[in-house]
């Protein structure tokens, strides 16, 4: 087992050089801990490469919708040949934890996540326009033009669920 200060140099050198990127750790959380690395390229399926592809596809979504849940660049992982083709060369591993992070099933629930997100925004909008033009077709104290020109826009609530 490797020493904190071990630990800590392994991740201060992945850190101090954009350039250099520490194959040995976890490639997404880049820790040491008790739990096991898995390696696809250990394994004893034809298709090794699967497991690469599955997390470079699913570590592009997540980067593409900003909400990765890991500090990492993913163009690190990337040396030009595709993510999934460098993770093999390099025979890249993970914490089953950590890939459990970006799932599929993950990723699904983000993917209807910020649908509703967006669904929720575009009818907030079409609320509050819905009631200013309510308002303004019922006022018959100022003219149409007149009242337009009083009203402030209504704050809208984006608060998130």
Sequence with gaps: MASN?????????????HQYFNWKLCILCHEHNKQPLQCPANSLRKDTGAGYSYVSENLKHFNNFNCLPFNIDIQLLDD???IGNTM????????KYCRDKIS?????????????DSTEFISAKYRRAS???STVSNC????QQD????IEPLPLNLTSK
């Design 5 to 17: 200060s071990q630990n800590e140099h392994d991740r201060m050198e992945t850190s101090a050089s």
């Design 80 to 82: 030009g040949t595709g």
């Design 88 to 95: 093999l060369k390099n025979r890249a591993s993970w914490h």
């Design 104 to 116: 599929n099933e993950k990723l699904e629930r983000l993917r209807k996540r910020k649908i509703e």
């Design 131 to 133: 009631l200013l033009k």
């Design 140 to 143: 018959s104290v100022m003219g």
């Design 147 to 150: 009242l337009m020109a009083s």
